[in-house]
C-alpha cells in the first residue's frame, strides 16, 4: 500500500516551515494511523517489521 502513494507535491502547498514536525522531508509521506485502539493494534502486530507511522489518532 505504502508504495502506491503518490510523494509528488504542488509547489503551492510548498509551506514555508518546512522543516516543522509534521511536515515530512521531500519525496517522503508523513503517515499517521489512527480509528480505535484495537484497529491501531491489529495494524502493529501485522507491520512488525515496518517504521512506525508518524503519528497515531484514536478515539
Known sequence: MVVKIDT??????????VQSRFV???GKTL????QTVEQITEYRKAFRSEPRPGGWSAY
Open 8 to 17: 509528488a507535491v504542488d509547489p503551492k502547498f510548498v509551506y514555508a516551515y
Open 24 to 26: 515530512p522531508p521531500e
Open 31 to 34: 503517515l499517521i494511523m489512527g
